[in-house]
């Protein structure tokens, strides 16, 4: 049978269709397939492996979740590389960002003779103007504002070191002082070490307990006039009652030539400034070779004079020899002064005067002096240095006394305030002070202070020793001696308190009238005194409880006045147990009271800047804003 041929037409027709529909939709899916791996490809290419692809048709569609902003839009990039970008649909996520962290606040001051400055990131809710003020009313100079402020609440210590920075300004006319929330950095110079030391122990003593203060105080070199050296050979061996040297090289060799000639104690000269010539070591080592050569007897060197003072009874010749070769070989601009004494006729009596002190600061007057002028005048001399009612007199008056004789005998009683006790005696021929001091340099002073009143021309000799136990800084117990010996005490007899209470049991008040008197010789350290519990209970009513009795403490030491205002006291609760809490002995040791020292921070590394973090995250904009025991 024949079909019709509208029958046919129409048979090819759909059959067409269903052939051109296949076509097509194989066509759709080779597009999506090669649109789908290239961009993969160009995915994985730029490392963007979290990015997911689907093709839908001639659409491309990237989801997944970004880890920044800037790696979304990489990723929208790489894939219009590959297919028109309108036909890349971005249904991308990006990761929420962390809070942005608070910049860390700082500030430097810095001050000098001309004004002070002042830079750093301060928190807005800090007072600028006030800060200026007060920096400007405790100086009395020119403040220079650099600050920047941003806006973040005010971290936990800053206040309190800002204040301190304030207050302590005053006495720190060259200075920089550098503050962080809870820490304060003083780095200074003074004019001399006692200086420094009075300074230190200020700073100390005002500085909130909870403050961590660090000091880096220097002083500079002593200015040491006249420029003084004297180095003694005699019955009690080798020694230098004076030595200065310019340089550590002049202070080596200076030693090494005393070494020679019969040093055996370790000693050490003051190196400071004023030396009279760049040849001061080759001169002093040259003077110390001529005094060994001759046995016995004294070298002085105060600025370019030199004296050379043999014992009595040298030969004659062997002085002449070694004075002579002295002379020629001391460098340009030093000049020699040789002295042989004469020794004294036998027949006559001692012409002396001699000057006592005792432990107890009792002076005595005795010997011989030219008339009642004079007895009056040391008399009052006397009373004026040691004290009216500490000095008796007994000299007698006599004839024939050499002229200088009064100037030697008033010397010779200033130069015995530099002792503690000891005695002085005056003869024509000679000073001797003797006696024992608590000041290490007592024995350079004393011979500075003959070469200023006498120069050259007078023989002394200076027998000084020093006694740790008299020296009023190096007798006071170091801070670790002193947190050892309270620490021992508390060992021996525990702080015990009232059951459930802050109230120190009676039997342990005899601990804390102890541990009072072992404070008050520490002079100004900085104390914790810390609070502990057992787990008995809850946590933080032991907490409380440590804090109550630690406070307690501190308490009782206030009331047997001890100076408290460098003390802190804190409760730690069951926080730091020393023991197991299941048994009664461990809950009994973890029941305590501790006294700990309050140290320097630990340096941290130096990392980004406060500026630089807070310009980093586009937070700031310069000038005035951006926004004992526990449970018993």
């Known amino acids: 049978m024949t079909l019709p041929a509208t029958v046919l037409t129409a048979s090819l027709f759909v059959t067409a269709a269903v052939a051109a529909l296949v076509a097509a939709n194989a066509s759709v899916q080779l597009v999506e397939d090669a649109s789908e791996i290239g961009v993969r490809d160009a995915l994985d290419t730029n490392a963007l492996v979290w990015a997911e692809v689907e093709a839908d048709g001639l659409r491309v569609m990237l989801s997944g979740t970004a880890p920044t902003e800037a790696l979304r839009f990489r990723a929208l990039t790489a ?5 028109d970008a309108a036909r890349v649909i971005d249904d ?152 200065s040297a310019d340089t550590e090289a002049a202070q080596q060799r200076i ?34 070779k001529a005094l060994a050569e001759l046995g016995a007897g004294s070298v002085t060197f105060s600025d370019a004079d030199v004296t050379l003072v043999a ?28 002295v042989l004494p004469k020794t004294p006729d036998p027949t006559s009596g001692p012409v002396e005067f001699l000057a006592t002190l005792s432990p107890e600061g009792q002076v005595q007057l005795r010997g011989r002096l030219s008339d009642d002028k004079m007895r009056n005048a040391a008399d009052s001399f006397a009373r004026a240095k040691f004290g009216s009612n500490n000095v008796y007199t007994a000299a007698r008056v006599v004839d024939g006394l050499p002229v200088d004789w009064s100037a030697r005998v008033l010397t010779g009683i200033q130069a015995l305030a530099f002792l503690h006790n000891g005695a002085v005696t005056v003869t024509p021929e000679a000073i001797k002070l003797s006696g024992k001091t608590g000041n290490q340099n007592a024995r350079a002073a004393v011979a500075q202070f003959m070469v200023s009143k006498f120069g050259q021309d007078t023989t002394y000799d200076i027998d000084v020793v020093y006694v740790e136990a008299l020296d009023p800084i190096a007798g006071l117990p170091t801070p670790q001696e002193c947190e050892a010996d309270i620490g021992a005490i508390t060992a021996a007899a525990k702080i015990t308190f009232e059951p459930g209470s802050a109230t120190i049991d009676e039997s342990a008040l005899s601990t804390m009238d102890r541990i009072a008197e072992v404070v008050e010789h520490c002079g100004d350290i900085r104390l914790e005194v810390q609070g502990h519990t057992d787990s008995q209970g809850r946590e933080e009513m032991n907490l409380s409880l440590s804090q109550a009795r630690a406070e307690s403490v501190l308490n009782e030491l206030r009331a047997r006045r001890v100076l408290t205002s460098a003390f802190l006291a804190k409760g730690y609760g069951e926080t730091q147990p020393i023991a197991a809490n299941d048994t009664e002995a461990g809950r009994e040791a973890n029941r305590r009271i501790e006294f700990r020292l309050i140290g320097p921070p630990i340096p941290q590394p130096q990392g980004e800047t406060a500026l630089e973090n807070a310009a980093d995250s586009g937070d700031i904009e310069s000038g005035e804003g951006l926004e004992g025991q526990g449970d018993e």
């Open 79 to 83: 894939a219009g590389t590959i297919v």
């Open 92 to 243: 991308m996520h990006v990761e929420a960002a962390d809070a942005i962290t608070p910049p860390t606040f700082s500030a430097e001051v810095l001050r000098n003779t001309a004004g002070l400055s002042i830079i750093g990131l301060i928190p807005q809710s800090t007072d600028r103007d006030a800060m200026v003020d007060g920096f400007a009313d405790m100086s009395h100079l020119p403040v220079t504002d650099l600050l920047e402020t941003a806006d973040y609440p005010a971290p936990a210590g800053w206040e309190d070191a800002l204040d301190f920075a304030i207050d302590a300004i005053e006495d720190l006319p060259r200075a920089k002082v550098s503050v962080t929330a809870g820490q304060v950095h003083v780095t200074a110079i003074t004019d001399d070490i006692a200086a420094k030391t009075a300074l230190e122990a200020a700073l100390i003593h005002d500085a909130p307990p909870d403050l961590q203060l660090t000091l880096d105080i220097t002083a500079p070199r002593p200015v040491i006039t006249p420029f003084t050296l004297r180095f003694v050979m005699n019955d009690a061996g080798p020694h230098f009652d004076a030595c």
């Open 255 to 288: 030693v090494a030539a005393a070494q020679a000639a019969g040093l055996d104690a370790p000693n050490a000269c003051t190196i400071g400034m004023g030396v009279p010539s760049p040849y001061w070591a080759q001169a002093v080592e040259t003077g110390i």
């Open 311 to 338: 014992v009595e009874g040298t030969d004659q010749k062997l002085f002449d020899r070694v004075t002579g070769e002295l002379e020629t070989g001391l460098p340009e601009v030093f000049a020699l002064f040789p």
